[in-house]
């Protein structure tokens, strides 16, 4: 289990930055708000700091970044670590040939795309996203990039819900997450 090292002042600001929001989007859900972590331009920049000094030098050549937020954040972390970014979607927001992958819901089941050729076997990914609940979309984004032949060295997010047990879903796949929410 990797986290961020809690003694790293950074890390308590990221942490002080997200806002939470009881009852939403439903009744007993406490919503954990990154949006006021961008508002905080040092927060912002901490976070992405944290990713790039791990993942810097590990010969990583894609960083898949997981819809919406994981958007967000990988961006900046493929620039600084000279990897290109990967757009990991929802069904049909990307134009031409893509591969999907299905996985379950509370109450149902979704699917996430990528293109075909965006990422090639024996590429090493890093998944970024920025909350892991129960697994269930990072696990989907590992199936995915493992059926294309490629080796994700880490998931990583801005915060973890460790009470939902996310991390059982990756199956050996390493997490690394800057903020718990226990």
């Known amino acids: 289990m990797a986290?961020?090292?809690?003694?790293?002042?950074?890390?308590?600001?990221?942490?002080?930055?997200?806002?939470?929001?009881p009852d939403f989007p439903k009744p007993g859900i406490l919503f954990q708000d990154i949006t006021t972590l961008l508002l905080h331009t040092k927060a912002f920049r901490d976070t992405?700091?944290?990713?790039v000094e791990r993942y810097q030098g590990k010969g990583i050549s894609v960083v898949a970044g997981v819809e919406a937020r994981g958007f967000i954040f990988g961006p900046p972390i493929a620039l600084?670590?000279?990897?290109?970014?990967?757009?990991?979607r929802k069904p049909n927001k990307?134009?031409?040939?893509?591969?999907?992958?299905?996985?379950?819901l509370e109450y149902g089941t979704d699917k996430m795309e990528m293109h075909e050729g965006a990422v090639e076997a024996g590429e090493k990914v890093l998944v970024i996203d920025d909350l892991i609940a129960?697994?269930?979309?990072?696990?989907?984004?590992?199936?995915?990039?493992?059926?294309?032949?490629?080796?994700?060295?880490e998931c990583a997010c801005v915060i973890e819900l460790p009470e939902l047990?996310?991390?059982?879903?990756?199956?050996?796949?390493?997490l690394f997450v800057l903020v718990s929410s226990a």
């Open 3 to 21: 986290t961020g090292d809690a003694s790293d002042p950074r890390i308590a600001g990221i942490a002080k930055s997200i806002r939470v929001i």
């Open 48 to 51: 992405i700091d944290l990713f």
């Open 80 to 88: 600084a670590i000279g990897a290109k970014f990967v757009p990991m």
């Open 94 to 104: 990307l134009p031409g040939p893509v591969i999907a992958e299905e996985y379950s």
């Open 134 to 153: 129960t697994g269930g979309t990072l696990g989907a984004a590992i199936r995915l990039l493992g059926r294309v032949g490629a080796h994700v060295v």
């Open 165 to 174: 047990k996310g991390r059982d879903r990756l199956g050996d796949t390493p």
